[in-house]
């Protein structure tokens, strides 16, 4: 029966997690789909359902408030879009890791049936936090 060595053992578990983690990352923070007509990537949520209301967040670190666009499209999908730009000391440095998107962004998030009143809309530390009524 082979031993297992404690130092093989752990540098393959680390190497596993470090894996993961870029896959986690990736899904996360995806480009658009090729079809689409302007590359986008796509901010984290999560989206809680209370009896009487939706409460989402968004992801947006470094992104102002103000470059920030939400809207319900027909077939009740919420959009979030912006652009987080690219920060004015990067464009003349020489830049070694990009790992927080930049450029524009849109996220689409399938709502089921019904009306919805987005009642709050908060911007702090880097979420978005939105906050759509359930109307009757």
Known sequence: MPTRDPKNWMWAEACELLERAERIHRQFFQLGLPSASRPRWEPPVDVYETDDRFVIIVA????????????????????????????????????????????????????????FHLERQEFTNGCLLLSLLKLP
Request: hydrophobic share 40%.
């Open 60 to 115: 947006l670190p470094g992104v102002p408030a103000d470059q920030i666009e939400v809207g319900v499209q027909e077939g009740g999908i919420l959009v979030v879009r912006g652009e987080r730009l690219l920060p004015a000391q990067a464009r003349l440095a020489s830049i070694y890791r990009l790992e927080i998107p930049h450029g524009y962004f849109e996220r689409r998030i399938e709502l089921p049936p019904g009306r």
